[in-house]
């Protein structure tokens, strides 16, 4: 990946062994959007990582278990991120979420079967971020 630095869209979902946190490392700084669907290496290490990418505006994180408020918190440091996906991110919760409210250019969050997200967690984004055109909460 480290040598396609024109590469603007990758998916490593479901690779459970091929993307890690040192993976996030070698993605192109012009990447603009990256899936990690079920990705199990991935921790808030390497969502931490992701916060170098200034062009990323498609992220999808959903299944990835390891995620926890800590990781979704570091986020709203990519200004430029507009699809949020953590569907079945079992570790986060109504604080990951209002962590989220600085990504005033948000338009889709997808939360749906985060166990711990609760209505008033979502209203809490809802009432911050104007952007927003889509919610999942199913």
Known sequence: VARLPDLRRVSFAWCRRAATDRVMWELPLGLESLDL??????????????????????????????VTNRGVLVLRRLKTLRVLELQGCTRISDEGLRGLAALSGLTSLNVARCSFVTSQGACSILGRVSTLTRLNLS
């Open 37 to 66: 669907t079920g990705v199990q290496g991935v921790t808030d290490v390497g969502v931490a990582v992701l916060t170098r990418l200034p062009a990323l505006t498609q992220l999808d994180l959903s299944r990835c278990s390891l």
